[in-house]
């Protein structure tokens, strides 16, 4: 998609998203702006390096918003999945989404379009529970490596 003039020089608009790549570690609310805009790094155009400075304004303007964890974290466990049915409209694939919390922080959280059409809303919810379920499971054994007893929260 051409939005605009291409960049005469582009190095500075990828430096940019690499920096901002790195930045979403600690600034989940950011990933989809920069998953967006890293798709133009072959080619970017004026319309995207506006956009990267709107994503740097808004940094600007949040600034001490980013993740603080505590050592006092509540060690319980709570997911949240979902999936949007067709949600792509090039490949009509729906989009699988979670975020995974310990305690109140967020820890973990991953959207991606899932590699198969799903025929109803139900398969790609439970495509979308099982990548949630995969997760939960990794996440129990790595805090088990460091000793931490996990308490499981089930709300049904």
């Known amino acids: 998609m051409d939005a605009g003039e291409p960049l005469a020089d582009p190095t500075v608009y990828r430096r940019l998203i690499g920096r ?14 920069v998953n967006k805009l890293s798709q133009f790094l072959s080619k970017p155009c004026s319309d995207h390096s506006l956009a990267v400075e709107r994503v740097l ?7 001490g918003h980013d993740q603080f964890y505590s050592a006092q974290a509540d060690p319980s466990l709570s997911i949240f999945s979902d999936a949007d049915w067709a949600g792509c409209p090039d490949t009509r694939r729906s989009i699988s989404g979670f975020c995974l919390f310990l305690g109140t922080f967020f820890i973990s959280w991953r959207s991606k379009k899932q590699h198969t059409v799903s025929r109803s809303s139900a398969e790609a919810e439970y495509r979308s529970m099982a990548l949630a379920c995969c997760e939960v499971v990794w996440i129990v054994a790595l805090l088990k490596d460091f000793g931490l007893e996990v308490i499981f929260l089930l709300n049904l």
Not at 20 to 29: A, G, K, N, S, T
Not at 57 to 63: D, N, S, V, W
């Open 20 to 33: 901002l790549v790195y930045l979403c570690i600690i600034r989940p609310d950011i990933t989809f702006a």
């Open 57 to 63: 304004k808004y940094l600007k303007g949040t600034i």
